[in-house]
């Protein structure tokens, strides 16, 4: 295995990516009502904390110097352009409160891919060093 890990490991990023966009692009789709205010905004939220958390297990074998960061950008330039992209489908409207939500989204999906790695990784080392 090279220093990039497995390739297999981009794999749920580049579905996730690919449904955001397939949904995106949509006309006129609208969800059914949850009975509160801010439900697209935490839809935004919830689908990109998928993504960032996607983007984060793809490259968790590499540098974790900009990992973090580069994650976050990535992402977030992929929201602002399907908010972008939306701009042209018939029923869909650029919101730039949208972009902000998917960028938290992100934000919070990668840190806790990697609080977690950081957090559980050495306990399960602990538990296996034991067992042996």
Not at 4 to 28: D, E, M
Not at 36 to 62: C, L, S
Not at 82 to 99: A, F, K, L, M, N
Request: include cysteine; charged fraction near 15%; proline fraction near 6%.
């Amino acid at each position: 295995m090279n220093r990039r890990g497995n390739r297999w490991h981009y794999f749920p990023a580049i579905i996730w990516g690919l449904v955001i966009l397939c949904f995106t692009s949509l006309p006129y789709l609208n969800p059914p009502p949850l009975g509160f205010t801010w439900q697209d905004k935490v839809e935004h939220f919830g689908a990109y904390a998928i993504f960032g958390a996607a983007i984060i297990y793809g490259n968790i074998r590499t540098d974790k110097r900009f990992l973090f960061l580069s994650a976050i950008i990535f992402v977030s330039v992929f929201g602002l352009l399907d908010e972008v992209h939306q701009h042209w489908i018939p029923g869909r409207s650029t919101d730039p409160y949208d972009w902000i939500a998917d960028t938290l989204g992100a934000l919070v999906g990668a840190s806790i891919v990697l609080l977690s790695q950081r957090i559980w990784l050495p306990w399960f080392k602990a538990k296996i060093a034991v067992s042996k």
